[in-house]
């Protein structure tokens, strides 16, 4: 397992910002720029390098902005970051190709509990806004700035629980390890023994979803191997049992008896089914009849496809593709981004993972993958 360090030193917390900031620089419009806490460009999108051109790394933000912009941002920056606040304020701005337009700019810091780590200048057109109503384009740059700090935080969550999480699980597995010893040693029922071992498994396990989420925000490595694929649904059902449990629900489980492999990282196909699952179990915490059903389909002869099924109140039709989104959740507590590291997880193997409902039979989720001909690999 990783020493402290390994996970959450300042340079991996500003690669997840850095990554961040590379993955909504496709999506963007608006030109922006990601400075350190000394006001250094760290990054830009490709919308900021057409409008002012490609700052020097490490650049002054103060500096590079004297003479493109009136009235001068460096006061604006310093005021942003020293305050933790969000600034707004209209320029006139020169441009790569010497027009002068009226921008806003936002400076908007993120930081954690004690310091700053940075902050996002977002440029965005004045004109643009005015051939809207103004509430309207007011509430849609709110919530691109919501989103983008959001995104700013998810990865510092994300970085803090790998910390917070992988340190008792390692400790779990240390003494489960040693008690296992112990009781061989003492000759002590095989019984205990296997208890305790089902302990360590469990604790790997966890650790494995771990390291998926830091594989997901840019941390650790990943594993490709071919594995098969009916042990993993396996798993990732033993890992939802006990909350089934409580909630009473009817699991069932069918499996082709040809078992098929697929090649990839099987920590993150677990990943993708535990949320499934997990899903599914909450979708039916209110009914009366509570069938999880999963199974393993071979009917398509390059894939293979596992089908979650529950018995819970469905998904409206107009929502079957919105609830792939980040950040669409319908629950209290949720984050909604399950679906949405699910479906980029399928989609790195070279797979789909889609939605289906029925009024009759509730929510149906269907992951599909492509077989691999390779038979599983036992090294681990
Ligand atoms: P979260 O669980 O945090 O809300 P997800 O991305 O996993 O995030 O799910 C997004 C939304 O999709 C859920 O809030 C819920 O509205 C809907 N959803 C997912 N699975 C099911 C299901 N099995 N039945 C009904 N709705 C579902």
């Given amino acids: 397992m990783p020493s402290v360090n390994e996970?959450?030193?300042?340079?991996?917390?500003?690669e997840t910002t850095r990554r961040q900031l590379q993955l909504?620089?496709?999506?963007?419009d608006p030109a922006i720029a990601y400075l350190d806490a000394g006001r250094r460009f760290e990054i830009t999108n490709e919308a900021f390098k057409r409008r002012f051109g490609q700052p020097d790394r490490d650049a002054n933000a103060g500096d590079f902005f004297d003479g493109v912009c009136s009235p001068a941002v460096g006061e604006y920056l310093t005021n942003a970051i020293e305050r933790r606040q969000t600034l707004s304020v209209q320029l006139d701005c020169t441009g790569e190709n010497d027009d002068t337009d009226r921008l806003r700019l936002r400076a908007m810091p993120c930081f954690t509990q004690n310091e700053v780590r940075g902050i996002f200048v977002v440029f965005e057109e004045i004109e643009s806004r005015t051939a809207e109503p103004k509430s309207k384009a007011d509430g849609e740059e709110d919530d691109r700035m919501a989103h983008l700090q959001r995104m700013a935080k998810l990865g510092e969550m994300a970085a803090g629980l790998a910390h917070e999480v992988r340190q008792p699980l390692a400790a779990i597995g240390n003494y489960a390890n040693a008690l296992t010893r112990l009781l061989r040693t003492a000759r002590h029922d095989e019984a205990l023994v296997s208890l305790v071992e089902q302990i360590t498994d469990q604790a790997e396990r966890a650790d494995h979803i771990v390291a998926t989420a830091r594989n997901m925000i840019?941390?650790?490595?990943?594993?490709?191997r071919s594995f098969d694929l009916v042990?993993?649904?396996?798993?990732?059902?033993?890992?939802?049992?006990r909350r089934a449990r409580q909630l009473d629900v009817d699991v069932r489980f069918s499996a082709p008896s040809n078992r098929p492999s697929v090649r990839g990282n099987s920590a993150q196909i677990e990943q993708i089914l535990v949320n499934l699952m997990t899903n599914a179990l909450d979708a039916m915490a209110d009914c009366g009849r509570r069938v999880l059903q999963i199974d393993i389909e071979t009917t398509h002869a390059h894939a293979v496809r596992v089908r979650v099924r529950d018995s819970g109140d469905g998904i409206p039709q107009e929502n079957l593709s919105s609830i792939f989104n980040a950040f669409d959740t319908s629950k209290r507590d949720g984050m909604g981004m399950g679906l949405s590291i699910s479906r980029a997880l399928a989609e790195r193997h070279g797979g789909q993972l889609w939605a289906e409902t029925d009024v009759e039979a509730g929510a149906s989720f269907v992951?599909?993958?492509p077989v691999c001909n390779e038979p599983a690999d036992k090294t681990e």
């Fill in 7 to 14: 996970v959450m030193d300042d340079s991996t917390e500003t």
């Fill in 24 to 28: 909504l620089a496709g999506i963007s």
């Fill in 218 to 224: 840019g941390q650790g490595k990943d594993r490709v």
């Fill in 231 to 241: 042990r993993v649904v396996e798993e990732s059902i033993a890992l939802a049992e």
């Fill in 367 to 369: 992951l599909e993958l």
